[in-house]
């Protein structure tokens, strides 16, 4: 093979980074999961129109994504695994595509210039089928007998609309599902419409605050639904499978007094809707906080109710800009299983605390540290819960009650519909107390194996 010439080599070098930079990159830059998310571009709005046919499985979509260049592009991409496109516009002209992996690759006409504002459609088609995590879980479309379970923690949502799939960006939703007549189809935030004809019915929601791509739904089956709004003017809305309906409604109508509850610990419930989507999905094994409205896989009980209640605020109004931060959701969403356990007449968080405390320093709980799963396949583990739970327990007992609960308080209105990281976190938690916290925060997030005193 021929060399290239040196001088020629330092100019396809010098040339190479200007070239890169009108490129938009193939993920968000997360060492978890690097093809989640792209560079180039912020997303502000998705308007998603669903078509969906539970008898064979099949999707007919189109994605109206409203966006702004972060710098200028040539080319940029979304996420969509599996699913066929149709069609490519971008600002109403016609834009070429290739797929590459989960990479849906976009080449607009005319490049776009750094915070130009602009518009992407795709229409899409297929049966969309759920992603295999790391950890060997399913997430995203997951067909059920009646319809599909919609869950998108951490990379699902890709399954089923083309998205900037990583919660470093979020954005307002419009999300209208089309079902048989007799199927409910069950989305994030405000009902806005429903309409029935030809036998078919339409279901338009709203999300106006912003949102997560992993936290959208779609779920779609055969429901009982009941509808109401709170004194506080919370519009509930929940979709129940009826073989579930028995053990779940003593426990959902706990729904507004447990997110009252926890408005009054963590501050003002951050969205105008609320509600839960209960609907039998046996492959599925978990629940999952979907923004305004959890899905649950089979009725939860009430401890579940109040986990996935607690993410509204942790993980959904403030989320995670990288998957490591994971413990900001799953460690606070836990601890709030153990305060209202300890308001309710239950052990109190010291107790269990100290349960979990006796845990030989063999067990699973020690295996690596809350703030540092190591990788992608860790992320829904006992450390980053229960662990995760011990170090705001940790943080209550060293700055007292009235600081403790200042900072959560502060941490959800402070980064209320934004972001939050580890560092925010912990930095807080040092401006609120006065005190240096960090062997605190370095023994019980930061390091991995049971830490020598409780
Ligand atoms: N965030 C969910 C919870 O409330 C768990 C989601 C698990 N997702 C998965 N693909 N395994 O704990
Ligand atoms: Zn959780």
């Keep these: 093979m021929a060399t290239v010439p040196v001088a020629l080599a330092a100019l396809l070098a010098a040339a190479g980074p200007a070239a890169a930079g009108t490129v938009g990159s193939s993920g968000a830059g997360d060492p978890y999961f690097p093809l ?3 560079g180039g571009y912020d997303v502000r709005h998705y308007g998603l129109s669903l078509g969906y046919d539970p008898s064979t499985g ?9 966006a702004r260049a972060t710098q200028r592009l040539t080319r940029l991409d979304l996420d969509l695994s599996g699913l066929k496109v149709t069609g490519i516009t971008v600002d109403h002209t016609k834009a070429a595509f290739r797929r590459d992996g989960q990479e849906l690759v976009v080449t607009p006409r005319h490049a776009l ?3 130009q504002e602009f518009r992407v459609t795709v229409t899409y088609q297929g049966k969309p089928k759920p992603v295999t995590d790391p950890d060997g879980s399913l997430d995203g479309w997951i067909p059920t007998d009646d319809g599909a379970f919609v869950a998108g923690e951490p990379q699902g949502a890709m399954t089923w609309f083309p998205a900037n799939n990583h919660p470093s960006d979020k954005a307002s939703y419009d999300i209208t599902i089309t079902v ?5 189809a069950v989305s994030n935030g405000v009902l806005l419409g429903q309409r029935t004809a030809h036998g078919r019915t339409t279901f338009r929601w709203r999300q106006s605050e912003p949102m997560a791509a992993y936290l959208a739904t779609a779920t779609v089956g055969t429901f009982k639904v009941e509808r ?3 004194p506080d003017g919370l519009k509930v809305y929940n979709a129940v499978d009826p073989r579930e309906a028995t053990a779940a409604t003593p426990v959902l109508k706990k729904l507004p007094s447990v997110l009252a509850w926890e408005s009054g610990v963590f501050g003002p419930y951050p969205y105008k809707a609320a509600g839960a989507v209960v609907d039998r999905a046996p492959n599925v094994g978990y629940a999952l906080e979907t923004q305004t409205r959890p899905v ?5 009980d009430l401890s579940t109710l109040v986990h996935e209640s607690a993410h509204q605020w942790f993980g959904d109004s403030v989320t995670l800009t990288r998957w490591r931060d994971i413990w900001l959701n ?3 969403a836990t601890y709030a299983e153990w305060l209202y356990a300890e308001q309710h007449g239950g052990r109190t968080a010291q107790q269990i605390f100290d349960a979990l405390y006796a845990s030989p320093a063999g067990d699973d709980l020690w295996a690596f540290p809350p703030a540092d799963p190591g990788s992608g396949a860790h992320i829904f583990e006992t450390p980053v819960y229960a662990r995760g739970a011990m170090a705001l327990q940790k943080l209550r007992t060293a700055v007292g009650d009235k600081t403790f609960f200042r900072v959560l308080r502060t941490w959800a209105t402070d980064h209320r519909g934004g972001h939050g990281t580890t560092a925010e976190f912990t930095r807080l938690a040092e401006r609120l107390s006065g005190k240096d916290l960090d062997q605190l925060f370095h023994t019980w997030i930061g390091t991995a194996g049971k830490p020598s005193s409780p």
């Design 36 to 38: 989640a998310g792209n």
């Design 58 to 66: 099949h999707l007919d979509g189109k994605a109206v994504i409203t």
């Design 113 to 115: 210039h750094r915070r």
């Design 180 to 184: 048989p007549k007799g199927r409910t």
């Design 228 to 230: 109401y709004t709170t």
């Design 296 to 300: 649950y896989d089979s009725a939860p």
């Design 330 to 332: 799953e460690g606070f």
